[in-house]
C-alpha cells in the first residue's frame, strides 16, 4: 500500500512506517501533522486511485521526527573580464517525518459542519443588508441641501468687493498718460535748435 502525495509543492512516494526527508515545516518536532493532497493511491489488494486533481476523503497522517539542515552548497558566480565574483554557500532547511497511517476521513463529520455554516453566514448577510442602506440615504440628501445655500451666501457679498477698487484705480492712470505725452513734445523741440551754422 502507497500513496503520492503534494507536500510544500513537491511530490513524495508514502508509505506507512517509512521515514522521509520533506521541505520544511513550521510545526515543532514530536506533533502531528497531516497532508490532504493526495494524488494517487495504491491499496494492499492492488486496487488504485487516480485524482482529479486530488483524491477526496484521503489522508495521510505523519509524525514530525526532527527538523535539520542538508549539507552545504556553495553558489559562485563569476563574469569574465568584469572583475567581477561572489561566492554564497547555502543549507536547505529540511523536517525529517514518520509515515503512521494514510487512511479515509469520516464523510458524515464535514456533511455536519457545511450546513450549520452557510445557515449562519445567511443569517448575518440578511441582517447586515437592510441597515446599511436605510441610514446611509437620510444623510447624503440633507448634505446635498446644505451645501449649496452655503455657497450662494458667499458669493453675493463678495460680487460688489470686487467692483468698487476697479473704479477708483482707472482715473489715475489717465493723468500719467497725459504728463508723457507733453514730456515727449517738449523733447523733439530741444534737438532742432542744434548749433549748426546758416549760410
Known amino acids: 500500500m502507497y500513496a503520492i502525495v503534494e507536500i510544500a509543492g513537491k511530490q513524495f512516494r508514502v508509505s506507512k512506517n517509512i521515514n522521509l526527508k520533506v521541505p520544511r515545516v513550521s510545526v515543532d518536532s514530536g506533533s502531528k501533522i497531516e497532508f490532504n493532497k493526495v494524488l494517487f493511491f495504491e491499496d494492499d489488494n492492488g486496487k488504485s486511485q487516480i485524482g482529479k486533481p486530488v483524491i477526496d476523503n484521503l489522508i495521510v497522517s505523519a509524525t514530525v521526527v526532527e527538523h535539520g539542515r542538508d549539507k552545504k552548497v556553495i553558489v559562485f558566480k563569476k563574469k569574465r573580464r568584469k572583475g567581477y565574483q561572489k561566492k ?112
Open 88 to 199: 554564497n554557500g547555502h543549507r536547505q532547511g529540511f523536517s525529517l517525518i514518520k509515515i503512521d497511517d494514510i487512511g479515509t476521513v469520516k464523510k458524515a463529520a464535514k456533511a455536519e459542519v457545511k450546513p450549520a455554516a452557510k445557515e449562519e453566514a445567511k443569517k448575518e448577510v440578511a441582517e447586515k443588508k437592510p441597515v446599511a442602506p436605510k441610514k446611509a440615504a437620510p444623510k447624503k440628501a440633507a448634505a446635498k441641501k446644505e451645501t449649496p445655500a452655503k455657497k450662494e451666501a458667499p458669493a453675493k457679498e463678495a460680487a460688489p468687493a470686487k467692483k468698487a477698487p476697479a473704479k477708483k484705480a482707472a482715473p489715475k492712470k489717465k493723468p500719467a498718460a497725459a504728463k508723457k505725452t507733453g514730456d515727449t513734445a517738449k523733447k523733439a523741440v530741444k534737438p532742432k535748435s542744434s548749433g549748426k551754422k546758416e549760410a
